[in-house]
Structure formats: structure tokens, C-alpha cells
């Protein structure tokens, strides 16, 4: 009867696609490389969206909007960071169409409305914010300028696959200015901490927190912090950064401050993002191979529940029940929801919304009715148990939190598994590709040796982690020394 | 001491952008005919947003994303549609730029890479979303789709004005499909009433209901209805729209769905938006020669509080009282700000909000803290009290609510009193031009008639009322027959 799915085993790529395509969150659209977030999925990104914003303003974020297009000669202004976007840039070139003269009713480029100057389409805003940003500051007292973007931006990529490699993506930016490297090196370790707090108290996502090699880090960027999390093909996927961009936009676009003393200086600047990328994150975290699994706390809907009926009757009194049970759920803040479609069965609405990663599942019939009790099921370890009907809803609050935390430690079990500390490059090329995993290595520190094991492993360093000891070491590649290790694995 | 400010009356139009850049609301950028929406500005269009995303989710709409680029042969696809927009679309021609070879550090658009396929950056998204639904829909079970999206959309404008004509602007778009075409119709009329509501009991800005004339309609749709709202020179500016758009879009794309009986149709769509213009409505409807003004509900900040004090005792002293009120206030759903800034003077403080628009402004210094009282002012009658401070979040709260319906009034007042019934064409081209506001005139239906009205005065058919009395009379223009009174009026 059930329909046969892929499994992590067999196919994990083709399992990730499935999942999304099951859960109805996304799917390909035509155009090429961009993606259409359906509303199942969007409704995750939604709640992501509500909770980080609100971190941004506890720590004195305010929104902004800044164009969608940035001038070609704004973008190239900051050499590095316009080499590091200029072979993924969408280019708007021309501002009109006109009627095809060869064939009715199609429309061609207007060859007479060709722009002046290109516009490309922001890939990143650091440009056109910091060319702002030069006429709000003049004095101490402008600063710190601390601003946050919600915004879609496109980078164009050849290879794409939904939520973690599209042409356009949704995401916020944030981007602040600071009057002292002290003040923004702070800011940029305050953003990186917000990601890890979201990811672990939220998605229930573990995550390194750590320092970006001079490879890896943003193009325009003095030091790039990211959480890393470990998806369950053992990759790594880089969940957020926070960018400390030293003075280099400053003076890319000439921002000078006075200081107290009335002294010029150049201002300090970060930015830090996360995006929907963090949906593909959320999903290879946790699902299995039933479907999406949701932690409680970024789930559309937490709780439904399925009448098991034959007559009108039995439909009506458990309707009723069910409605009492909605009032106290929602009022404790839990979203519920009472599946009565008449079209569809019952095991065909617990397939679904196993698909869908539903936290918890109710299912109440004519003789639960009559004894009092009521079926609930978690998703997370597709268990189910007959409990009193009587004070359910308290069951069931305990019960999501206890899932939010059951799968925090799953995931965290998971990571400790895979976690390997290894001294031997050659076990390293035998391993990185037999077991996958993070990998805790030393490192000789250059990037010489860094794409030398890029180039015959296709590991990366995902990043030199805050809180790792220090430790005397040498690299296993040229056994020159190092001073602690540092985490490779292969990576989205 | 205060700057001399342009009056609504010396520079109508200057007075606005004055407006626009001393709230702190939003400024042009460096890229041709896009804003910068500023953080004051965003917070304003934030509370908007709440509050209409709310009305969608509870009228049963979800929220969706589609892509921002549109293939040129999707966007031609609706005759119509793509000949009313192809004027103003922004076109992206080319995926990457590459190193100038005769100016090191410089950029050109890479000529190899070219699009097979141009893209269009959305100006509206029906076209993209019918290619998509096209997928989703086979079936009645299917039906109805009832999606919104927000999002940035592009319309190349030459003559721009903040808020109200960039080329840039956000904005959300509702599209829907339905099974019926009185479905659909039902839909139009309940989005065009969740708008009208909105605008009257958040913006208090009364608007009125109709249906666009053939000229002023939607490019595509069969029927556009619309809100329209008068401004302070008499101007009427278009709120929002919701558009019948048949089943144009269906047979544009193939989109057709089985019926209960088996039977194959096109689907029914409908369309749907508001956009930052409604800020300059806001703008322009409360407004006065001191700043910007603000209903109490999308103020981001409702009150606020100044310290008036010489010594740091003083200041002490209040800030604990305003700490006690701002809990009280706090937990009424109320935001407040206490300004202890010392480096500004109470006069500049109050002067910054008046310019703001912030609602209720209190001020407390050491002669009220002995007497028990408050001063407390209100932005939009410009008037102050002293109360008692025990029981003042009471009068407050009692306070914004006069504010809102107080401005509601005013406005209402102000619409009435220049709304004119006219039946000369010769005083109605004497006063459009003299006295402005909306003018209730008879016409003969023909777009001939109403050409000739708009090349003659500028004044165009803003729209048939809903609620109009049916009145059998003659056009003003031709002396044919009349079944009711429309809108004339200047618009923006």
C-alpha cells in the first residue's frame, strides 16, 4: 500500500529531493537555477524569519531596504569582494521591451533602451549599503549604525539543488558600522553567537563555531566567523557567517568619522548572513526515511489530529471534543490542526503528515471516546500511546519540548559519532572517503597545504573551531608544526 | 531657533519631500529611480505588513515565493499583460562580468555570457505564477489556490517620487485560482474590502470602493476594483487594487481543471496588491507644517518621554518613574521610548518627534515629580496637558484611541469637504483646476469621452463607486445618457 520511498542508504541525495518534494516545500521553477518556495515551506522559513528577527532587534538591530540593483562601478569599488561575485553576477543591461516587427505579439529587447551603465543584480549589498552609508556618517555620534536587510539576492550557479545551491536565494544581511576594530571584531562574534543560539535552541542543530582559513573566507572580508553543522551523510554545511570586514568597505567608498578627539578615521565595518539555506540544513538534520521530521519549535503546524470515524455521528462527537482540545492548545501558543477532509483516509492522512515532519499526531475514535482516551504519536521516534483525554494538553506540551530536546541530542549524538581526530594523512584520504565525518587534523596553517588536500580529497577546512584546545601538533600533510586542529570534512 | 519648513501650502509638493527626508523615512539612492528605505520608514511599512499579512492568513491565504526573474517567452505569454508592462521592465541579459582588460581593477559585462533567453526582473508576477500553478492544478480537489507572496518588483520609471513612483518598490501580490467565476469575483470584492478596511481602521485614511473604468484597468484583467484616497491637495492617489483577472491567465498558460461532473475548464484567477506607496498616502493624508504625523496604530514608536532636568539627581529621580511607567505602558502593547539622551536639549528632542509623528509625547521634570503630575502632549492636535501622573498610562491609553479616530475624522472631514457634485463641464474644468479635490460627475461610459476629459484637465475617472446612488442623468461632456455619478479627479 505505502508507496516506496528512497532511502539515506540507497540514495542520499535522491532521499533529500524526495523529502522535499513530499513535504511540499519547494520545487524547481523555469528558470533555470531558481527555485519556487511553496507555502508548506515558506511557512518554516516564516518562523525562522520571526525568531531571528527578533534576536536582531534584542541586540539593537533596526530593518532596512537598499536597492535591488548596484551600478557597476559602485560594485567593482571594493576590488576583492567584486572578484569574488563578478562570475556569478546577473547583469541588467536594457529598461524596455518593445513588439517583435517580425512576428505579433512577441516582444524583443529594446536595442535604444540600453542602460549606461550596467546594473547587476546584488549578489551582496556591502556595496550599495556602504555607499550609503557614506552620507548618513560624519561624527562619533552617527555611530554605530546597526542595520539588518531581509532581501532575495542572486548569485548565478551553474549547479543547483533546492534550499543549498540556487541562483536566487532569500536571506537577511545584516551590516553595521563601528567606530573601533574592537567594537566591530564584537559585533561580528555577537552575530556568529545569535546563528549558534538559533541553530541549537531552534533548529535543534548543533553547530562549530569558528574561524574561516584565508581560502575560505568572504571575498572583501578580514576574518570570517561560521557555525558548521554535520548533515547525516557526514558533510559539513556552513549554516551562517558573520563577516568582521576590517576597514575595507570604508575605504573602498572613502567613510571617514570624527572621532571625540576630532581626529579622521576610517569606519569599521561587519556584515552576517544566514538563508534559506538553512532549510536544507533543517531538513538533512533531522529527517529520515519516512519523511521530514520538524522540531516543535519551527513547525508549522505541531499538533494534528485525525478523527477515526464511520458514521456523522461519530464524526460530530469527536469534532466536539477535538474543538474543546484546539481552544486549550492554542491558548498555550500550540498550532493545531483538526484534519476533517471527508476525501481522504485515515492512513492516507498519517502518511502525509509523517511526510510533512508533524511533531505530534492525535487520533481520536468512537471507543477512545467512550474510554477517555486519545492516541498520540511523535514523529520524532514514530512511537504512539494511548493516553487519558483528560489532560492531554499538558501531555502534549511536555511532550514537544521533549522532542525539541530529543532531537538536539540525536543530532548531537550523531556529530560526536562522526567526529574523528586522526595524525595520519593517509588514513585521512582513506577515511574522509569510507566513513565521511568531521575530521579534527592539525594543519600547518597555509594554504599551500590546505589545497593540496582540497585538490586530492576534496575535503575542505570548514574551520579552525573557537573552543578547541590548544595543542602542539604537527600538520599531517607536510609535518611542519601547528598549533591546534582544525576541522576538514567535505561540504555543501 | 527652528528651521523655517516648507508649507503644505507654499510647495505642496516640496513640503512632501521635506516630510519624507526630516522623519527620517527613506532617501534616493545612487541607483537611478530606487529608494533607500530608511529604518524609521521600514519600521512604519513593518507594522503594515503585520498587520495585512495577519488579515490574509485570516481570510485563509498562505504565504509563497516565487522567483524574481521572469523567461521573456512566460512574460509574452499574456498579450495583454506583457504589452501594458513592457515598457518599464528591467531585462537581465547576461549571468557574468569579468576583468577589464584594458583598465586593471575594472569590470565588463562578459560577452560570452549572454543568455540564450532573456529574463525579466518581475514587474508583477502573474506570468510566473500561471507557468507554475499550471502544475499544481489539475483537478477541483486542487482548487481554490490562495497564495500571497511579498516581495521587491521592478516598473523602470523616468519621473520618480519616494514612495509614491521608484522603480523599485515592495509590495505583496495575492494570487489566486478558483473553480468559478463567481468564486473569483467573490474573492476580488473580499480583498478589495480587507484593503479598504485596513487603510480606514489603520491608516485612517477613509478611502472609497469602486470599479476601474476600461482605461484605468489592470493590463490583463477583466474587471480591476480599487481603493481610492483624496490627499491634502485634493489629489486622489489608487491605495490598493484587486483584479478580476478571468480566465486570461488560465488560457495564457494552459491551466485547466476538472470538474466535479468530470468536465474540463479554465480556471478562474484573481490578483491582488498594495505596496511602500501607501506610505506616501499615509504621509500625505495626516501630515501637517511641523512633520510627519502618525496614527497611533503603525506609529513604531507611540510615546515617548523627556527627561527635564539639570542635575544628574534629577535625572535619576525621573527615570525611575519612567521606568515604572514604561512597564505599565509595556504591558498595555504599548511601545515606548524614554529619550535621556545628553547630548541633546529638550527643545531639539521635542522638535525630532514632533517631525516623526511620534503620537503622544510626555515631558517630566523636577516641578512635576514633587506635584505629582505629567505633561502630556498629542502630535496631531499639537495641543499639551498637565496630568496627574498616577493613573496617566490610563490616559493614555484612552489618549491614542481619540488620536486614531480623531484622525480618521479629520480626514473624513477633509474628503467631504472637497467632494463636489458637478454637472457643467465648464465648471468642472474651471474648478478641477482652482479648488482640486474629487469631483462626482455623470459620463457616458466611453473611453472616448473620458480621453478627451484627461487631455483636457488631466483629470482621470479615479472610479465607479460602489456605493453609488443609481441617478439617471446626462455626461457632462456629451449629453448622453448616465445610469450614475463616477470619480473624476488629479491623481498620482
Known amino acids: 500500500m505505502a508507496q516506496k520511498f528512497t532511502t539515506r542508504e540507497e540514495d542520499y541525495s535522491k532521499w533529500y529531493n524526495e523529502i522535499v ?18 507555502p508548506y515551506g515558506y511557512a518554516i522559513w516564516e518562523k525562522m524569519k520571526e525568531v531571528l528577527d527578533a534576536k536582531f532587534k534584542e541586540t539593537g538591530h533596526s530593518n532596512a531596504y537598499f536597492p535591488v540593483f548596484i551600478p557597476k562601478r ?5 576590488e576583492k569582494n567584486a572578484e569574488g561575485f563578478a562570475k556569478e553576477c546577473a547583469v541588467v543591461t536594457h529598461y524596455r521591451l518593445k513588439g517583435d516587427p517580425n512576428e505579433k505579439g512577441k516582444l524583443i529587447v529594446d536595442p535604444e533602451a540600453k542602460l549606461e551603465e550596467e546594473l547587476i543584480v546584488r549578489p551582496t549589498s556591502e556595496a550599495i549599503i556602504w555607499n550609503t552609508y557614506k552620507k548618513w556618517i560624519q561624527s562619533y555620534r552617527d555611530l554605530p549604525i546597526l542595520i539588518n536587510q531581509w532581501a532575495n539576492v542572486v548569485r548565478w550557479e551553474m549547479r543547483t539543488r533546492i534550499f543549498l545551491r540556487t541562483a536566487e536565494f532569500l536571506w537577511q544581511e545584516g551590516h553595521t558600522a563601528h567606530q573601533s576594530k574592537a567594537e566591530a571584531l564584537e559585533e561580528t562574534e555577537q552575530m556568529n553567537t545569535v546563528y549558534a543560539d538559533f541553530a541549537e535552541q531552534f533548529m535543534a542543530m548543533p553547530v562549530i563555531k569558528g574561524l574561516k582559513s584565508d581560502s575560505e573566507r568572504f571575498a572583501g572580508a578580514e576574518e570570517t566567523y561560521c557555525i558548521e553543522a554535520m548533515m547525516q551523510d557526514g558533510k559539513a554545511l556552513q549554516a551562517g557567517t558573520s563577516h568582521f570586514l576590517g576597514q575595507n568597505f570604508a575605504k573602498a567608498f572613502d567613510v571617514k568619522f570624527t572621532d571625540k578627539d576630532g581626529k579622521k578615521d576610517y569606519v569599521w565595518a561587519t556584515s552576517w548572513g544566514v538563508s534559506t539555506r538553512l532549510m536544507g540544513a533543517l531538513i538533512m538534520t533531522h529527517s529520515d526515511d519516512a519523511g521530514l521530521v520538524l522540531p516543535p519549535k519551527l513547525a508549522p503546524i505541531q499538533v494534528v489530529a485525525v478523527p477515526i470515524y464511520k458514521t456523522n455521528e461519530d464524526l460530530l462527537a469527536i469534532s466536539e471534543r477535538m474543538n474543546e482540545l484546539a481552544e486549550k492548545l492554542r491558548g498555550k501558543g500550540i498550532s493545531f490542526k483538526f484534519d476533517d477532509d471527508d476525501n481522504r483516509r485515515p492512513g492516507w492522512k498519517f502518511a502525509e503528515y509523517e511526510s510533512k515532519g508533524v511533531p505530534v499526531r492525535l487520533a481520536l475514535g468512537p471507543r477512545d471516546l467512550s474510554n477517555g482516551k486519545i ?6 521516534e514514530k512511537t504512539k500511546e494511548v493516553v487519558d483525554f483528560e489532560g492531554v494538553e499538558a501531555y502534549i506540551v511536555n511532550l514537544l519540548e521533549e522532542i525539541q530536546s530529543n532531537l538536539l541530542n540525536k543530532a548531537l549524538d550523531f556529530r560526536e559519532k562522526n567526529m574523528r581526530t586522526i595524525d595520519s594523512y593517509e588514513d585521512f584520504k582513506e577515511r574522509i572517503d569510507s566513513e ?3 575530521f579534527l587534523a592539525h594543519w600547518d596553517g597555509t594554504e599551500a597545504t590546505e589545497e593540496k588536500i582540497k585538490n586530492e580529497t576534496k575535503a575542505t577546512i570548514r574551520c579552525i573551531p573557537f573552543d578547541r584546545e590548544e595543542e602542539q601538533g604537527v600538520c599531517m600533510v607536510t609535518g611542519k608544526p601547528s598549533a591546534g586542529r582544525v576541522v576538514f570534512a567535505k561540504s555543501y
Chains 1, 2 share one sequence.
Open 436 to 438: 565521511g565525518g568531521f
Open 74 to 78: 559602485l560594485f567593482e569599488a571594493e
Open 21 to 38: 518534494s513530499r513535504a511540499d516545500l519547494a520545487e524547481h521553477s523555469d528558470v533555470k537555477g531558481c527555485m519556487v518556495i511553496k
Open 375 to 380: 492516541e498520540v504519536a511523535r514523529r520524532d
